[in-house]
């Protein structure tokens, strides 16, 4: 056989290259572009700019802000981020400024099915479209939305009864609802030093375990990362009270040079325990305060217990002869036995779930009116928190408190119910609910108090007004179906990790690489 001539062998690796950069052109164009996350508006779920922040005295790994203004920018300089566990001073692991996370977003998806509840979606900032937003979508088409007490809750447009309002559940993906929960205590960061100051050069009171045993001699808890129960039964209360949670207990961490923003309530939460049962027939229960479906009372006590032969029962205060009433029950295999059982606790979203070693074992959804809820006002700023054992000698270790989102509604738009907005106040705050259109969407940020999105629009560009707009209808804080780029579904290169003392981030972070949810 002949050898080819070379300018022929030169002419067919120069086509190979034409077709390879058009086709990495074809699939950027129309199935994945890779963007930059360039704020915080996502956080922690996706970082924008950030600094990475180690807690010396518990071994905390967080992200911080970059701070914009002057004042910021001197507390940052002098004072530095407090630890969200334990309130303590940290310390910078890189005082240079990280890029934001570099995701994937597949794009046209939504050409052929329809944007689901909770997707992060990419899109064309209706105010100034030649500038994309990552946002979390909560609003679909042809429905009514409205934000109370940080939940959201949509009925079908049209419809004009309050009972037909539906609460928005992110349990329904628990997916998405574990990404999004925001830590208050977990027992395996604890400070080395219990009378830690938690500001430092403050006269603030240090540190102490939330935990408080409910008799003295039930619980031995001077190991703060594990408890021991000692005796036959015995319970333990978190007290938000002690370890200055009162500080921090629903702050962003995130957001701690950013300026002043409102305080939020926690009601929903997740209570992760693991445990070790020393002995045959012992039971344990986990138990918080909610508002459950008795409009007659303000806050019920509800609780749910792994009996010794594996019941599981699900029960809550009983106005009538002052007992407990039983709201659902399941079975499982009897603890017995077991080296190291995990309970996960979720009372979130009007849904109660138990997950016992990853697998759903009782799950109970209730409804309550929106006009109910207005009516009995606001939950208490802090939820009622304990767990207890009975029968013998117990272990319990990795307990995890997390509280879920909160989403505030802005007072000065005005078309979203509200209870609280930038401003907390007292009484309701109700105004008309936001309808949507056939093709028109809500999205907000995980970054509830520092997102710019739907709930602060006032404008809309007059170029996507007119062309994607109703004339009789007000757009303002809604983005169009033809706006949206596509589905953020992968975080390909996290940002890296520094080498050469903190000047160069170019170690890769393959740890936080990860699909989106």
């Known amino acids: 056989m002949t050898e080819k001539r070379t300018d022929e062998s030169i002419k067919e690796t120069l086509e190979s290259l034409v077709i390879a950069f058009v086709l990495a052109f074809v699939f950027r164009a129309y199935v994945v572009e890779a963007f930059v996350i360039p704020t915080g508006s996502m956080a922690p779920t996706l970082l924008g700019q950030h600094v990475r922040v180690m807690s010396e005295q ?7 802000d970059v701070p914009e203004i002057p004042q910021m920018i001197e507390r940052f300089r002098q004072v530095g981020p407090l630890d969200p566990m334990t309130g303590a001073p940290s310390r910078m692991i890189n005082p240079a400024v990280s890029p934001g996370d570099r995701i994937l977003v597949l794009k046209y998806l939504y050409e052929f099915a329809e944007p689901r509840r909770w997707d992060v979606v990419v899109f064309k900032d209706p105010k100034d479209p030649k500038t994309n937003f990552i946002k979390r979508l ?3 088409p042809e429905e009514e939305i409205a934000i109370l007490d940080g939940n959201l809750y949509t009925r079908e447009a049209g419809k004009t009864s309050d009972r037909d309002w539906r609460i928005a559940r992110k349990s329904d993906r628990p997916k998405v609802q574990n990404a999004v929960w925001q830590p208050i205590y977990h027992s395996q960061y604890v400070p080395l030093d219990e009378g830690s100051r938690s500001r430092r050069g403050s006269g603030a009171p240090g540190w102490e375990n939330p935990w408080k045993p409910s008799e003295a001699s039930a619980w031995e808890v001077d190991n703060q990362r594990m408890f021991r129960l000692r005796s036959d039964e015995g319970a333990l209360r978190f007290d938000f009270a002690a370890g200055n949670y009162g500080e921090h207990w629903a702050r962003y961490a995130y957001n701690q040079f950013s300026p002043e923003t409102t305080d939020e309530q926690i009601e929903d939460i997740r209570l992760s325990v693991h445990l070790t049962p020393n002995e045959a027939g012992q039971e344990v229960w986990l138990e918080t305060t909610a508002r459950l479906d008795d409009p007659a009372m303000r806050d019920e006590r509800l609780r749910v217990t792994v009996a010794s032969d594996g019941t599981v029962l699900l029960e809550a205060p009983d106005r009538e002869d002052q007992g407990r009433r039983l709201l659902t029950q399941g079975k499982i295999d009897p603890l017995e036995g077991k080296h190291d059982v995990h309970l996960e606790w979720w009372v979130v979203d009007q849904q109660v779930i138990l997950w016992m070693d990853g697998d759903q074992i009782l799950t109970w959804s209730f409804e309550l009116p929106l006009e109910d809820l207005m009516r009995r006002g606001a939950p208490d700023e802090l939820p009622s928190i304990a767990l207890g054992m009975s029968g013998g000698s117990a272990v319990i270790h990795r307990i995890e408190l997390d509280r879920d989102l909160y989403y505030s509604s802005s007072l000065s738009r005005g078309p979203i119910y509200a209870r609280s907005g930038l401003i907390r106040v007292s009484t309701a705050v109700q105004g008309s609910p936001l309808t949507l259109g056939p093709d028109e ?8 108090p520092r997102s710019n999105d739907g709930r602060y629009w006032t404008d809309v560009d007059p170029w996507v007004e007119t062309r994607y707009f109703d004339p009789q209808a007000d757009g303002r804080g809604i983005v169009p179906r033809r706006l949206l780029v596509g589905k953020a579904f992968f975080i390909y290169f ?12 170019v170690i890769p972070n393959f740890g936080d690489m990860g699909f989106i949810h």
Do not use: M, T
């Not at 518990?58 to 911080?64: H, I, K, T």
């Not at 969407?441 to 509830?448: K, M, Q, S």
């Not at 996290?494 to 981030?505: E, F, H, L, M, T």
């Open 58 to 64: 518990s071994g905390y790994g967080y992200e911080v």
């Open 441 to 448: 969407f809500f999205c907000v940020g995980d970054n509830g």
């Open 138 to 140: 909560i609003g679909l």
């Open 494 to 505: 996290p940002a890296p990790y520094a080498v050469a003392g903190n000047r160069w981030n």
